[in-house]
């Protein structure tokens, strides 16, 4: 057996050091902070150390609004200051229903106050543009960006579902790096191998933060995904002794840009479950199978 591509050490962010997998806040929709102040020291006793959150969670999953899913959070740092000191957070914006986009420079500023405001914290670790704005000049982007962090409301910059050429323009116009790039990717979404998304990561030594690893649970359960795929991940989970989900995130880690996985599931064992990926042996050929498998053709 040949050695491992998956990298279960942790990850830099710019200044700050994360473990390789991360607690999504999109489905942080319980009403009781007793259960999610559980959720998010399961998630750090975890070493799930990034935590994503972003202005506009809380419109779906069973969130009561735009800003619900940041009020949780920001209501459990007050029950359990501590936590703070525990974690990197993250947060984004830009997104602005229904319009549905708004990245103008009083925009995203009135926007991240509104997020410090809402999770009770004096500064943001990482702030992301959560898509693109297509009718912001990324000059202008830049400019808010640049004057927040000046503020120091945000320590580190990063961007959202951008493609690589936006995220160049708006680097163009920053004096600082973003460092980091949170595109979809799993075995259900491999666009970010071929579109130049980790390519440019690992140009640039920006983190990648793959969201919906698990394709919405899809490839824990199977469903819609080709059968040669699930087969795949089975094998490769008896002979590892673990899960198909875990399989599914450990792909996720192997890639060499060292990407962070975020993980959104909502239940403590689970996320006890899932960061056994970062101990799961896969190998090139282990890969590719998948890959091949998750396409349903081999590669050329």
Known sequence: MTDSLVDGGDR????????????GCWRFTTESVADGQALIEAALDNGMTLIDNADVYGLDWGGSGFGANEELLGRVLAAAPGLRDRMVLATKGGIRPPTPYDSSPAYLVAACDDSLRRMGVDVIDLYQIHRPDFYTHPA???????ALRDSGKIREVGVSNHLPSQTDALQAHLSFPLVTDQPEFSLAELGPLRDGTLDRCMQHDRRPLAWSSLAGGRL????????ELVETMDRLAEREEVTRATIAVAFVLAHPSKPVAIIGSQQADRLAELVRAADVHLDRDDVYQLIQAAEGQPLP
Do not use: K, N, Q, Y
Request: glycine fraction near 14%; proline fraction near 11%.
């Open 12 to 23: 830099t962010i710019g200044p700050f050091t994360v473990g390789p997998l991360s607690f």
């Open 140 to 146: 202008a982007v830049a400019e808010a960006l640049t």
């Open 220 to 227: 824990a359960t199977g469903d819609g995904m080709r059968p």
